[in-house]
């Protein structure tokens, strides 16, 4: 419907398309400016998280995976396991698809080359494919307003949690951000790591022709709740970068260790 705005639950259900999502902000090769700087700098960032960061591990929970996979591209090579989730029944059967390699998948393979590349052999770009399909071992259902966000599955500690430009989605309010952010440090292992890339001062962003809000987060507001789910901040890596397809101010890429006793 015409002007209006759709938000954080059962809209997600009903209204979210994936097919729409990516074709608005993952068409790589032929999308706008704004969209492919972002995939890069997102890209860059997992890269030299992973790649040459030096941050393994046993497993690695993703958490509002929606229906993409460039963000595992680099953590793949050093995991074991990858247990996706996400709120959404379609972003699931869309991300099934890719898994299985089902007609109509979309296609990931220029943003895998380009990982690829960063790793120095583009031409592996078919064997990193095919590790990411193994690697990814559970496609769960989640909820992160939830206690647990992953309902009745029963998941090992994570040594890293992922989260990509989803919490802001996911959440309507500060308060429940925060409160995502300590179920999100629950299900790692104390000195686990949580990857996440936040929008900052986001206010909306276009799903094909729908419109969904989010809630408005400074630097440091999300930097205050890491610190309040037990985590410390190790990178945080902001940048000007804006979508044309989303009114947000910026893009921040932070790294958090768990402590000890949190
Ligand atoms: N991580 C992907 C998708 C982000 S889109 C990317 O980097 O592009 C935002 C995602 O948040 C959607 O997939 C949506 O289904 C998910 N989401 C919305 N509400 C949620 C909730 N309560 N719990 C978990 N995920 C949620």
Not at 45 to 57: A, D, E, K, P
Not at 152 to 173: G, I, R, W
Request: glycine fraction near 6%; aromatic fraction near 10%; include cysteine.
């Amino acid at each position: 419907m015409e002007g209006k705005v759709y938000q954080a639950g059962e809209d997600y259900e009903k209204e979210f398309s994936p097919r729409d999502y990516l074709d608005t902000f993952y068409n790589f090769d032929s999308g706008p400016v704004a969209e492919r700087e972002i995939i890069k700098f997102s890209l860059q960032n997992l890269h030299q998280t992973f790649s040459v960061g030096g941050i393994r591990g046993d497993v690695l929970i993703d958490i509002g995976t929606g229906p993409t996979i460039y963000q595992l591209l680099s953590a793949c090579e050093v995991f074991q396991e990858i247990i996706v989730a996400d709120y959404t029944p379609q972003n699931l059967q869309e991300l099934q698809k890719w898994l299985k390699k089902e007609p109509g998948a979309y296609d990931w393979s220029s943003m895998v080359k380009h990982v690829c590349e960063l790793e120095g052999d583009r031409s592996r770009w078919q064997e990193k494919e095919a590790k990411l399909r193994r690697t990814v071992t559970h496609v769960l259902k989640c909820d992160v307003t939830k206690t647990p966000p992953l309902g009745s599955a029963q998941v090992p500690l994570a040594d890293c949690v992922l989260t990509f430009l989803a919490m802001e989605c996911a959440c309507l309010d500060v308060e429940t951000y925060r409160a995502a952010l300590r179920r999100l440090a629950d299900l790692l292992k104390p000195g686990g790591h949580l990857v996440t890339m936040v929008t900052l001062c986001f206010q909306h962003y276009m799903v094909g022709p729908k419109k969904f809000s989010g809630v408005y987060l400074e630097k440091e507001t999300v930097e205050k709740a890491l610190q309040d789910a037990g985590c410390q901040v190790l990178k945080c890596n902001c940048v000007p970068l804006k979508y044309s397809q989303a009114f947000c101010e910026g893009l921040c890429f932070i790294i958090a260790r768990k402590g000890p006793s949190a």
